[in-house]
């Protein structure tokens, strides 16, 4: 059997969660590939929120197995704390909660390494979650993590100390005034990984091949966005990690002729947390009513995020990268009620029109090109068939479908799994 990916497309927050859970009845594994606790994904059902951080989106489906792969970089602590909500609900997490030996650990000195990183750099900061994501992939690809099948190791705290040590001499470094009591975080540190270590730990690569030979169906769930791919992002300002469809390769093993469909998730309109270029975002009452309306907080933060027009020159550039075959668009209800709707559909850059993402997307080297189109009133959250839509919401669709060259499947019309129409 073939793996189905699911992935954000713009700058994260786009829904995945939602519809990882919407989905997740199809697969027999949700496996996520890349990231950490700077994800929060959000899932409403029964009138309950949900905001999972590491632990996959199918957890609260029965018969679905949850893997954390590979490429996913895990905090023990925060770990802890998902297990200990769950445990609220009564769901056998230790049967269907599966984790990769070659996942790495976030310590409690690489969370300090990046808040002291991002003190250092002043007004240049990222914006980063300071879930210590950035520190813990460095020390992957620097060949000094520590991953989760060293905890099965005698020596592993041996190895733990060094690094540590290592950490606070870096974080002394940078000369900034970042308070701590590493003997304290570490008791914390250790606990967790106690409780972690009564979960499976498994080669998640053979697991997943055997899985495919035996016919099951796997789904593996992005984190972030395609901008913040550390590669095809806007870097520096982006994640550590491929958030792209190649990162569920690497990030779970799976081979790329073994990908099948690609689904690519994005808001009807843009939002990003953290710092960044941004050129489609609003300043005005218009972003002020999506922010508000679309309840635009971080759920891994709280911080409000920015708003503004959708982009779809961002947006094809995503569609391009991942090579997505469905798309899935979110949160349309929020755009009722606006008198007009304005999509971008080229940048002024260096004098001339381009279509494509070009290298710099800054504010003083592009200027978005906007195609105007007309809103709609009706109220979308209580629709439950496509046939229902305003005109409106149909040329808008049809404006996009027709940019981006592949079909709008679903539009998610409020934040209960009940609230998504498929069309
Ligand atoms: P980091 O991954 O925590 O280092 O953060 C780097 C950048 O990615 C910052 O701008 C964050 O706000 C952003 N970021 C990280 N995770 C998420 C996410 O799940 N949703 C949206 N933005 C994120």
């Keep these: 059997m073939a793996v189905d990916l699911l992935l954000g497309l713009q700058w994260g927050d786009e829904g995945k969660g939602k519809i990882v859970d919407v989905l997740t009845k199809n697969y027999d ?12 994904h959000t899932l409403e059902f029964d009138g309950i929120k949900h905001v999972l951080h590491t632990i996959p989106s199918g957890i609260f489906h029965e018969n679905s197995i949850n893997l954390v792969g590979n490429g996913v970089v895990i905090d023990p602590v925060i770990f802890k704390k ?8 009564n769901l056998d997490y230790k049967k269907k909660l599966f984790i990769s030996r070659k996942a790495h650990l976030i310590l409690p000195t690489h969370r300090l390494l990046d808040a002291a990183s991002e003190a250092s750099k002043g007004k240049a900061k990222i914006g980063s979650t300071l879930k210590g994501i950035g520190p813990t992939y ?20 041996e190895k733990y100390r060094a690094l540590a040590n ?39 690569e053979e697991y997943l091949h055997q899985a495919q030979k035996a016919g099951k169906t796997i789904l593996a769930e992005g984190a972030q966005g395609s901008l913040l791919d550390i590669d095809f992002g806007t870097y520096p300002y982006v994640t550590s990690s491929n958030t792209t469809a190649a990162g569920a390769c690497t990030g779970l093993g799976v081979a790329p ?15 990003r947390v953290g710092s960044g270029p941004f050129p489609t975002e609003l300043f005005d009452d218009y972003g002020k009513t999506m922010g508000k309306v679309g309840n635009e907080f971080g759920a891994t ?20 990268v991942n090579g997505v075959t469905q798309l899935m668009m979110m949160k349309g209800d929020v755009l009722s009620g606006f008198d007009k709707l304005k999509v971008c559909t080229a940048y002024k850059y260096k004098g001339e029109t381009i279509t494509h993402l070009p290298y710099n997307i800054e504010e003083e080297n592009v200027q978005p ?14 629709m439950n068939n496509a046939s229902q839509f305003p005109k409106a919401l149909n040329d808008y669709i049809d404006f996009l479908e027709e940019a981006l060259e592949v079909p709008i499947k679903i539009v998610s019309v409020g934040p209960d799994r009940t609230q998504t129409i498929h069309r």
């Design 29 to 40: 594994i949700i496996a996520r590939f890349q990231g950490g606790p700077n994800a929060g």
């Design 82 to 89: 998902e297990l200990q909500n769950l445990d609220k609900f």
């Design 138 to 157: 460095m020390d992957k690809t620097g060949r000094n993590g520590i991953r989760v099948g060293d905890t099965e190791l005698s020596d592993w705290k």
């Design 166 to 204: 290592k950490h606070e001499a870096m974080i002394a470094f940078y000369n900034v005034d970042i308070q701590y009591n590493l003997k304290e975080l570490e008791a914390e540190f250790f606990s967790a990984v106690k409780t972690l270590k009564e979960l499976t730990f498994i080669d998640s």
């Design 257 to 271: 002729g073994k990908i099948n469909e690609v689904f690519g998730i994005f808001k009807a309109y843009t939002t």
């Design 301 to 320: 933060t709280g911080r409000p995020r920015r708003c503004g027009w959708l982009d779809l020159v961002a947006l094809k550039y995503a569609v391009q």
């Design 369 to 382: 090109i906007y195609t105007e189109l007309p809103g709609w009133k009706e109220d979308l959250t209580k």
